[in-house]
């Protein structure tokens, strides 16, 4: 229910992001160069510039962070999503990583505009980052029915916002929002941890004859 005052008249002045995308965005005191390290015998993903999509590698891990050595940082990485899903969104329910893979971004890569399917929740963890090495660029492509010029940009009247990106930044977002990787325009490779995440327990209404369980 939004702020009504007591004419049954909307209060002036106060602005709704009603039915808004949120997004969270995190910087974690970590030990990213050891977790790099930790990471880089690993088989990762790769952008290739010809096709605009991932080159997949032989022994790829999809399931990175259940890796024994990586359980502090999984846990970590639980924790931020229950501060975004549990204490700020208000969601009842658990949460739980299903995939997990470690990307890299050579100079002058960068992605296509995409989002994740059969999962609720996605983010990326950042471990090496330099200046212009590639912001995470979110779109709505939801139609308009007018575009209109405006004095500044902001998050009521944009369809297009980025982050820069830092090391040990964490983002964490709705896996149906449209995003991509800018060209990497540094020297240095752009190195970080994507994941996928699943709510736990009790999907929908028990009363519904649509509802699920999920362990």
Not at 51 to 80: H, P, T
Not at 98 to 113: D, H, K, M, P, R
Not at 180 to 189: D, G, Q
Request: proline content about 2%.
């Amino acid at each position: 229910m939004g702020y009504y005052s007591k004419s049954g008249k909307q209060m002036s002045g106060i602005i709704t992001p009603l039915f808004s995308k949120p997004i969270y965005f995190n910087n974690l005191n970590l030990d990213t160069k050891t977790i790099l390290s930790l990471v880089q015998d690993k088989a990762r993903k790769s952008f290739n510039n010809s096709d605009n999509i991932y080159k997949e590698r032989e022994n790829e891990d999809l399931y990175l962070l259940d890796n024994k050595n990586l359980a502090f940082l999984k846990n970590i990485i639980l924790n931020q999503i229950r501060q975004f899903a549990n204490n700020e969104l208000k969601y009842l329910n658990e949460f739980k990583i299903t995939t997990s893979w470690a990307t890299e971004v050579n100079e002058g890569e960068n992605s296509q505009f995409h989002n994740h399917n059969n999962c609720f929740l996605s983010g990326v963890i950042y471990l090496k980052t330099e200046k212009n090495c590639g912001d995470i660029i979110f779109q709505d492509f939801n139609s308009r029915r007018m575009h209109l010029q405006v004095s500044e940009e902001n998050v009521f009247n944009s369809k297009v916002w980025g982050y820069e990106v830092n090391e040990g930044d964490i983002v964490i977002f709705p896996s149906e929002l449209w995003h991509m990787v800018e060209t990497n325009k540094s020297k240095s490779v752009r190195n970080s941890i994507a994941f996928n995440v699943v709510p736990t327990g009790l999907i929908g209404d028990k009363t519904s004859d649509s509802h699920m369980h999920i362990k």
